[in-house]
């Protein structure tokens, strides 16, 4: 691979059909640093801020009163089966919609390098879909929370995504309730069951958001983290209408805070309410082991499964000398020589082949459900990894014989529906200076433009980056 065309699909999403070929790949790179936009002309029409979540919360809680109601009229016993189908269709429906608004956000973006960004942390803090509440809400997470934070500092990402609706939902936050708390006292002088701690964002933010399973906590360290958090809840919930005039955002109800100093790897945190657990997220997003941990996965993303220790150990520093700035740590990995090696090192995930496809045909030729149809059957459904760990960055985890053929069956679909001319042309601005005698001689021979294209698309060089 050459510089330009490593910029383009190692660092980038792939190259756009029409745009120039970097003259430095470097600063090009660098540049999007600077020029990027994180709310674009695309989303001029999805509300992402904090009122578009309170409408999610309040018609859902709407919506489950009215079911409870028509499950109880006995003259009518399948209204509420009727309801709630046509709840879940609206729900995958406007699901559907932000999936392709993301698709257009990749083919569209003039600092593809960062869009990748956006991409990367959107799935190091994941939440997903096959749970309740999460595909309302996934939509405005990635693109008010993870969006604006992607060149900032990893500590206010680390505030947006932690506390953000979505995030309380996914790991049941907002049912977190201090066991010495005012509310837990009210309800065990009422002989009500306890509603308890729950320790499922503590153990995420620990683990998979900040540290690593290797960074040295404990599982004490987990609890006291999650008493920290408790309090901490969605606006919109009834117990949550008196903590804060802001809508959809993060509430903090002390209500059910748990009182008390807390002490996380081995440091002391006095009781000040919301204040408590934004401190310790503070110090946690600027920790050695954290520092380290997302030098790793970065590594891991841009140099291989198995990334160079020199390169973990250069993004570890810039990490740490910048208390986490991203912009410094970016840099960092644009400079690295560990980066900007001949041979590829990564296989394409389904999504960012598919992104690659998008922005190789220049234009979004596919509806929305058909784009959505795609990821899922190409075995990356979109915001859908299953677990908080999010989705595997390993090759293993995507080379399967039945997933390429998969890609054969998608680019043979898309190459029809695109119908370009210039395919010749488009493959080598796509891997300039890259393309293999094999691949080109496949796209000069091909029986006609659209077969060529599928071939491009399935060839070694759209595989690998």
Known sequence: MTPESIALNRFGLGYRRGDALPQDPRGWLKRQIAEYVPSPKALAGRSVNGEEVARVIADTAEFRAMRNAAREDADNPEAAAMMSKERQQDVRRDLVADIALRGRLALESDTPFIERMVHFWSNHFAVSTDKAQIPSLVGPYEFGAIRPHVTGYFGDLLRAASLHPAMLAYLDQWQSQGPNSR??????????????????????????????????????????LARAL??????????AARATPQPGGPAFFDYIHEPGTRTVMGCSYRDTGAGQALDILDDLAVHPSTARFVATKLARHFAGDTPPESLVERLAKAFTDSG??????????????????????????????????????????????????????????????????????????????????????????????????????????????????????????????????ALLLVSPEMMRR
Not at 230 to 239: E, I, N, R, S
């Open 183 to 224: 509310a837990a006292k009210m309800r065990e002088r009422r002989g009500r069951p306890e509603r308890g701690l729950n320790e499922n964002l503590g153990r995420e933010i620990l683990e998979l958001h900040t540290l690593g399973v290797d960074g040295g906590y404990t599982q004490e360290d987990v609890r006291e």
């Open 230 to 239: 408790t309090g901490w809840t969605m606006q919109g919930l009834p117990a």
């Open 324 to 453: 986490g700035h991203l912009p410094k740590v970016y840099e960092a990995l644009i400079d690295a020589p560990e980066t900007w090696v001949e041979q590829p090192v990564k296989f394409r995930q389904p999504w960012e082949w598919a992104v690659g496809l998008l922005r190789a045909g220049g234009e979004m030729k596919l509806a929305d459900r058909q784009f959505a149809i795609m990821l899922r059957e190409l075995g990356q459904q979109a915001w859908r990894p299953g677990s908080p760990a999010g989705w595997d960055d390993r090759e293993a985890s995507w080379a399967g014989a039945n997933a390429l053929y998969r890609r054969v069956e998608a680019a043979e679909r898309v190459a029809d529906l695109l119908r370009l001319e210039d395919v010749r042309e488009l493959a080598e601005a796509m891997f300039p200076g890259s393309l293999s005698d094999t691949t080109r001689q496949s796209v000069r021979w091909a029986e006609s433009n659209e077969m060529g294209f």
